[in-house]
């Protein structure tokens, strides 16, 4: 179709064609290249709230945070964002550790400002994240509080929850490591209670020679003298995959990975925590206990910092066919995978922070924190001694997919000081295996297994003294 040969039609036309390079030159944004929200979500979590905000092109945001009263603003170009950014006044919930409440409006002709009224205040992390995997462009607002909760300290005070608690110690008196307090509190109420159960208070040996022996030696307490066999507080860190942002893989009818299991994990945490393995007490950590997304690395950060004595971490498997089925355990690998499965597998479980989303310069440190070494080659050794006893117990419950451990270079794997095993339960991605994995019963025969699996390693592999902190 060829264009009119009207002179006054060609006027108008050079005139819009003159507008819209002046509209162009001031740097104004055309409506047609406008973004489009796609979606908005809400994570509200003890360790920190994220807000995601996803559209299909990335958004021009500027952050201000303000101190008193707490809040953050963020302004969006475009002011026909307003009606999908008022999404997020209703994404609040009553329980949330951070936001009171979400305003949102025009700023300007051109601007809509986001205003998140706080409950603290908080440490904002504001950052664009690229289109990964079923994600388009991502904005992400973090607010995380001043003062991180301490997972060693949430654990000592679930532990003692209920107890007697001994007094401070006296002025001047070296500080304790706080498992080791927690132990020194353990011993304290044994003695207490000891009686009541008719048990024997501890007592030194007479001399051989049958002289009388003062009950001290001297310069020690008379407390330490009577204190019985130290009990070893034996720590197990479940780390129930993905979350958040990140749901991990999706089977056939839509059962995210995420949920199963965190719901195996809980009932493994449920079966395990306050019982003992030979004669000592088990208390488990758990590295997420709710739906949001913990980076790789924080995830063997919490492990490490409650120094736990193994490290499990709990995955749903998945592949391009709906076949595979089974069980599988994998460890650390120092060099290469095992297997190409194996490599494949480590590839697309260490993707999960470009999925959960990690601001760049968070992503280069945790990669420099991975980086292996040669001390790494007992972690290696006990960790495939406890897979192997994890293997032998799942097969109890179903299919194994793999008769031995596998190996790969797994990110969350490398605590160099803990022993490290990813057992996959079972093929997500398999229309059977997904529907057992929905079912209470077989997550709790699951749980049991691996409950079973790492008591019996305990058993043959007693837990070493922990190191005091220096």
Do not use: C
Not at 244 to 267: H, N, S
Not at 382 to 400: W, Y
Request: charged share 25%; aromatic share 6%.
């Amino acid at each position: 179709m060829t264009a009119p040969r009207d002179p006054g039609r060609r006027q108008a036309l050079r005139g819009w064609r003159a507008l819209l390079l002046a509209l162009g030159a001031g740097g104004l944004a055309w409506p047609v290249w406008a973004a489009r929200v796609l979606g908005v979500r809400v994570w509200p979590a003890r360790d920190y709230t994220r807000v995601t905000i996803e559209s299909d092109t990335a958004l021009q945001a500027t952050p201000v945070y303000v101190a008193d009263p707490p809040r953050l603003a963020v302004d969006i170009r475009g002011a026909d964002l307003l009606p999908s950014l008022q999404e997020l006044v209703r994404r609040v919930q009553p329980d949330d550790p951070f936001v009171e409440r979400v305003r949102v409006g025009l700023y300007n002709a051109e601007t809509v400002r986001l205003v998140l009224d706080l409950k603290q205040p908080v440490g904002p992390q504001v950052f664009q994240l690229d289109p990964v995997a079923a994600y388009q462009h991502r904005l992400v607002l973090d607010l995380y509080p001043l003062t991180p909760p301490d997972p060693l300290e949430e654990l000592i005070a679930r532990h003692l929850a209920g107890q007697p608690t001994s007094p401070p110690p006296p002025g001047g008196a070296p500080a304790h490591d706080p498992i080791a307090e927690l132990i020194e509190r353990r011993l304290q109420r044994e003695m207490t209670e000891a009686p009541a159960r008719g048990a024997p208070p501890s007592r030194p040996a007479p001399p051989a020679d049958g002289t009388a022996r003062s009950a001290t030696a001297p310069g020690a307490s008379p407390t330490a003298a009577r204190r019985p066999a130290a009990e070893r507080l034996i720590i197990v860190a479940l780390d129930p995959g993905h979350g958040g942002e990140d749901p991990g893989a999706i089977g056939p009818e839509g059962t995210r990975e995420k949920d199963v299991v965190l719901a195996i994990a809980r009932r493994l945490r449920d079966r395990l925590d306050g019982t003992r393995i030979n004669g000592n007490p088990v208390r488990v950590f758990m590295t997420r206990d709710d739906d949001y997304f913990v980076p790789l690395h924080v995830r063997v950060q919490k492990a490490r910092r409650v120094q736990a004595d193994l490290f499990v971490s709990i995955h749903a498997d998945a592949f391009f066919s709906p076949r595979p089925r089974g069980a599988s355990v994998y460890a650390l690998s120092p060099r290469g995978a095992s297997s190409a499965a194996a490599r494949w597998l480590a590839n697309q479980e260490n993707a999960a922070d470009r999925v959960g989303g990690l601001p760049v310069a968070v992503k280069d440190t945790a990669v420099q924190r991975a980086l292996l070494d040669m001390s790494m080659t007992a972690q290696i050794n006990d960790s495939l001694s406890l897979g192997a006893t994890l293997l032998r117990e799942l097969d109890r419950v179903g299919d194994l997919h793999k008769p031995r451990v596998e190996q790969a270079g797994f990110a969350v794997l490398r605590a160099p000081d803990i022993p490290s095993v990813l057992v996959e339960t079972a093929f997500i991605s398999n229309p059977d295996e997904e529907r057992r994995l929905r079912d209470p019963a077989f997550q709790a025969r699951m749980a049991e297994a691996l409950a079973r699996g790492i008591q019996r390693y305990f058993e043959r592999n007693p837990p070493l003294a922990r190191n005091r902190a220096t």
